[in-house]
């Protein structure tokens, strides 16, 4: 019997790494470090929080792994 539902192997790997806790995310300072953005790989975090850091011209987003905030 098949599944009405394709198998997507990067969404499954995606919520095993949820489950184990690698969950990055963006906090933003300037709404009391509120939860702005959240990626399973550290470096795609990073990679945002510098652009927007870029963009704003000052340290205004964090990168923080889940449970660490």
Known sequence: M????PFDPV????????E???VWDVLDRDDG???AA???VKQ????????W???EGR???KTVKRGRA
Do not use: K
């Open 44 to 51: 795609q975090a990073c990679a945002l929080t510098e652009e």
């Open 2 to 5: 098949t599944s009405p539902e």
């Open 59 to 61: 340290e205004r987003f």
């Open 38 to 40: 959240s990626f399973v």
């Open 11 to 18: 969404a499954e790997f995606n919520a095993l790494l949820f």
């Open 53 to 55: 850091n870029g963009m």
């Open 20 to 22: 184990a806790s690698s």
């Open 33 to 35: 470090w509120a939860l």
